[in-house]
Structure formats: structure tokens, C-alpha cells
């Protein structure tokens, strides 16, 4: 099954086109993904650049099939819930907020903790599944239900499967289900000082 609708996205500069492919649908179709294909998407999460090297982001997964799956569904909104119930595995993605070195805080470990995530979203994108990430829980509870210690952020939770139907989202969904646009360079780069919102 296609995951990509027709992509429309055209960049203004050349770039790879791993750039433009990479979206974030939410038509699953409640299918298994083997262990190997959930474990590629954490080895390209591994290779992400952090500071000092320390790696600061923790994956804790269920799978559908799993005694877990209930307790992470539970934790996300409704709206999430509608459509990510159809996902193989749901994610919560966590940061440790001080370096492992030394002890002292580290400023950048939500910052390193997001190149990760890009690095496995662009991973699901090539191996053509659905990776969509969300704010859209319950960060309080899944700090407890997930026995995260207090040294750790959580930062995300992310749903991932194999492409569904389109026509199998609530209405409101599926009109929204297809790659959207960016912001013009001009509106987030500046040459020299800060301009803009």
C-alpha cells in the first residue's frame, strides 16, 4: 500500500528529496511490524549528534500485542487516541536532563533528544511506515505510569504502523491526511540579527 498521497512539495533549493517524502500521516492499518523494523528506526536514532556525546534520549515502546499497549493508549488525548489505536507500536520518547559525565545539567538535551527523533522519522519515512509524533497526552501521567525518574524529561510520544486507508479516518481526519507546506526561508532566517515574529 502507497503511504505518500500525490507530493506536492517542491523546495526552493536543491535538497534530497528524503526531505520533501517525510510527512506525518495518520491512516494505520493496525498491522504488526516485525522487531527488525522497529529496531531500525532506534539504530538511526542512535547515530543523532548530541552534545558532549551523551545521548540523552531513552525510547520506552508497546506493542499492540503487548501487556503494555493499554496503559500507553490511555495516556494520550482522545483525538490521538481516535487514530493512533490503529498504530503497531506506540513510543514515549524521554530526555536526560543532566550529562552522565559530570552530573551538571545539560542545556542542550531536549535539543539532542529531537535530532534523534529526526533521525528515526526520516528512517520510518525511507522504510515507507507511518511514524507520527505527538504532545497530544498526558506528560504528568506518563511520567508515573511509565516509571520515568525525575532526572528525565519527557518530551514526546510518537505512534508508528503500517500505512492504512485513508477512507478509514473520521472525515475530519482524512481531509487533512497529505504533506503540508513550510514557512518561506525569509520567515525564520536572518543574516546578522533577529528579524521577524
Do not use: C
Not at 547515530?47 to 494520550?76: C, K, M, V
Not at 545539560?106 to 507520527?132: K, M, P, R
Not at 497530544?136 to 518530551?155: H, N, R, S, T
Amino acid at each position: 500500500m502507497e503511504l505518500l498521497t500525490v507530493n506536492q512539495r517542491k523546495s526552493d533549493h536543491d535538497i534530497n528529496e528524503i526531505f520533501l517524502n517525510r510527512w506525518s500521516p495518520r491512516a494505520m492499518s493496525g498491522d504488526p511490524i516485525s522487531n527488525e523494523e522497529l529496531m531500525q528506526l532506534f539504530e538511526a536514532a542512535r547515530w543523532a549528534p548530541s552534545s558532549f556525546n551523551n545521548q540523552p534520549w531513552r525510547f520506552i515502546y508497546a506493542t499492540r500485542d503487548s501487556e503494555y499497549w493499554q496503559s500507553f493508549l490511555e495516556l494520550l488525548v482522545d483525538f490521538n487516541r481516535s487514530w493512533a489505536k490503529n498504530a503497531a507500536v506506540l513510543v514515549a520518547l524521554v530526555s536526560k536532563k543532566n550529562f552522565e559525565y559530570n552530573g551538571k545539567p545539560s542545556i542542550t538535551h531536549s535539543f539532542d533528544t529531537g535530532a534523534a527523533w529526526e533521525n528515526l522519522a526520516l528512517q520510518g519515512s525511507l522504510n515507507n511506515l507511518v511514524v507520527h509524533g505527538m504532545e497530544g497526552f498526558d506528560y504528568k501521567k506518563a511520567k508515573k505510569v511509565l516509571g520515568i525518574p525525575k532526572d528525565y524529561q519527557v518530551e514526546m510520544m510518537f505512534a508508528v504502523g503500517m500505512p492504512g486507508k485513508i477512507e478509514d479516518l473520521p472525515k475530519e481526519l482524512a481531509e487533512k491526511e497529505h504533506p503540508s507546506g513550510r514557512k518561506e526561508l525569509s520567515e525564520f532566517v536572518f543574516k546578522g540579527t533577529f528579524r521577524g515574529n
